[in-house]
C-alpha cells in the first residue's frame, strides 16, 4: 500500500452529512487551509474512537491522511468548545447559520482567516448572551464587509447626501446601502434601523442594549440584510428557513 501523506491543522466543522452506516463526511474550515472536506470513518458507532470529537461549535485539533476523494480523519481533539450553544436552540440555529455563511464565504483550500474569526466571534457572542438575533444580523453583516460587498450606511448610493435625523429612507440590496426617498424605491427603511446598523457594524453590545430599538426596526434590518445575503449568494442560505421556524 502506498505511503499516505499525513498532517494535522486546527479547524472547525461547518456543516455534515451522513455516509453509508456509520461515517460522516465533514465540512471543516481552517484558518491555514480554507474550507475542505474530511471523512470521519465509523464516527457514527458507538465505539468509535472520534465519536464525540467531531461534534459542531468546537474547534479541533485533526490529524488527516489524505485520501482517494476527501482526506480521513484520523484523530481529533477539542481545543475549545462552545457547550452553551448546544444546549439553545435559538443560540445554536444562529451558529449553524454563521456557519454556512461563512463556509459559503469561503473557497475550498483558499486561507481566509479573518472569516474564520469572524465565526469564532459570532460564537462567543452568542455563548456570552448577545441577542441570537442580533448576532445573526451582526454576521450577516460582517460576512458582507469581509467580502467587499458591505453596504454604504452614511450617504445615499446616489446624491452622496448624509441622512437627516428622522429621515425615512430606501435599502438598495442589489447596489449595496441606503438611498434617499428620492432616489430609492422598494421598502422604506427608517433612521432607527440605520442607527441598529451602524451599531451593528461597530458591535458594541452595551451600545445596542441602550438603543431601545423599537422591534419593527429589527425587522427592517432583518429583511434588508436578508436582500443583500440573497443578492452576494444569489440564493437563501438552507440554515435560514430553520433560523426562521426557531424565532417565530
Ligand atoms: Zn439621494
Redesign the pocket.
Known amino acids: 500500500m502506498a505511503l499516505r501523506r499525513t498532517s494535522r491543522i486546527t479547524g472547525v466543522v461547518t456543516s455534515r452529512f451522513r455516509l453509508g452506516e456509520a461515517d460522516r463526511v465533514l465540512t471543516l474550515l481552517s484558518p491555514e487551509r480554507g474550507k475542505f472536506k474530511a471523512i470521519a470513518k465509523g464516527v457514527r458507532k458507538p465505539s468509535s474512537r472520534l465519536g464525540g470529537g467531531v461534534e459542531p461549535f468546537a474547534e479541533l485539533h485533526l490529524g488527516l491522511a489524505s485520501g482517494r476523494t476527501f482526506d480521513v480523519v484520523t484523530q481529533v481533539q477539542s481545543a475549545r468548545v462552545w457547550l452553551g450553544l448546544r444546549g439553545r436552540l435559538g443560540s445554536s440555529a444562529v451558529a449553524w447559520y454563521a456557519a454556512e455563511l461563512v463556509e459559503r464565504a469561503t473557497s475550498e483550500e483558499q486561507p481566509e482567516p479573518a472569516l474564520y474569526d469572524l465565526l469564532l466571534r459570532a460564537w462567543d457572542l452568542l455563548e456570552s448572551g448577545a441577542a441570537d438575533l442580533l448576532v445573526a444580523r451582526w454576521t450577516e453583516l460582517g460576512i458582507l464587509d469581509a467580502a467587499g460587498h458591505g453596504p454604504e450606511l452614511d450617504?445615499?448610493?446616489?446624491?452622496?447626501?448624509a441622512p437627516l435625523e428622522g429621515e425615512e429612507l430606501r435599502w438598495d440590496a442589489e447596489a449595496g446601502g441606503i438611498?434617499?426617498?428620492?432616489?430609492?424605491e422598494g421598502a422604506p427603511l427608517s433612521s432607527d434601523a440605520l442607527r441598529l446598523l451602524r451599531a451593528l457594524r461597530r458591535f458594541a453590545p452595551e451600545e445596542l442594549a441602550a438603543l431601545r430599538l423599537p422591534a419593527a426596526a429589527l425587522l427592517e434590518v432583518d429583511r434588508a440584510l436578508r436582500g443583500s445575503i440573497l443578492a452576494l449568494y444569489g440564493r437563501e442560505p438552507r440554515s435560514r428557513s430553520f433560523l426562521d421556524e426557531v424565532m417565530a
Open positions: 450617504a445615499c448610493l446616489d446624491c452622496s447626501r438611498r434617499c426617498a428620492t432616489h430609492g
